[in-house]
């Protein structure tokens, strides 16, 4: 198993440009987070999805939009990028009740210039 | 949500046992804590869970007093390997998809050999 995926990795982007991180998991999870990590800072819920169709605003959900396109697929879209969006991605999945272990991807580094 | 005080540094020596301790005064009552190590440039993982007393598993041992507003992360025996962030989060692992983790700043541990 690859446990959770996240591409790509880094990415160099303008601001304004637009963008969209990709993540999976393949571990039959309910539950998929996306967060953001800032240097010397710990991880703020941007959004995330309780189960296949739904959707909900974390904690810092401006300037992002989110797609749950299937149980396995999460992606993060910035439409129009800022450099206060310059920031560390990691993407999430749990089962859905039963234990509070996440399990995240490596993280895509974002710079917006 | 629960909210998490843990302190923001600290330093040991290879060989010594660590001790994080996490205040969550306002946990309730079908909250689980849950603690995570995140090493640079890589997504948090899982270190251990528990509700109340001493949970132990191969890496460490929770402590929590009866009273549940704190808690204990031990470490024995550290290594150079074990310099990381160590976060305590605080939720209802039976809520299932709407279980919304708070990551606050974590402790910043290093050993020193």
């Known amino acids: 198993n690859a446990g959770v995926t996240q591409t790509p990795k880094f990415q160099v982007l303008k601001t304004g440009q637009s963008m969209t991180l990709q993540c999976a998991q393949d571990m039959n999870h309910n539950s998929m987070y996306w967060y953001r990590q800032d240097p010397g800072m710990g991880l703020r819920l941007i959004y995330y999805s309780a189960s296949e169709g739904t959707t909900d605003k974390g904690e810092v959900p401006n300037g992002y939009n989110v797609s749950r396109l299937n149980k396995r697929e999460f992606s993060l879209r910035l439409e129009s990028a800022a450099p206060s969006q310059t920031s560390v991605y990691f993407c999430?999945?749990?089962?859905?009740?039963?234990?509070?272990?996440?399990?995240f991807g490596p993280g895509t580094r974002l710079t917006v210039l | 949500l629960a909210k998490t005080t843990q302190p923001i540094s600290m330093d040991s020596y290879e060989g010594q046992e660590v001790n994080i301790t996490c205040s969550h005064n306002n946990i309730a009552t079908n909250d689980y804590i849950t603690w995570y190590q995140q090493f640079p440039s890589q997504g948090p993982r899982f270190i251990i869970q528990g509700y109340k007393t001493k949970v132990t598993n191969e890496v460490a041992s929770l402590f929590i007093p009866a009273d549940r507003k704190s808690s204990t992360l031990s470490l024995p025996r550290v290594s150079l390997s074990d310099t990381a962030v160590y976060y305590c989060?605080?939720?209802?692992?039976?809520?299932?998809?709407?279980?919304?983790?708070?990551f606050g700043r974590g402790t910043s541990l290093i050993v020193h050999p």
């Open positions: 989060l605080v939720g209802d692992m039976r809520s299932g998809g709407s279980y919304i983790p708070t």
């Open positions: 999430a999945s749990r089962r859905i009740a039963g234990h509070n272990e996440q399990f």
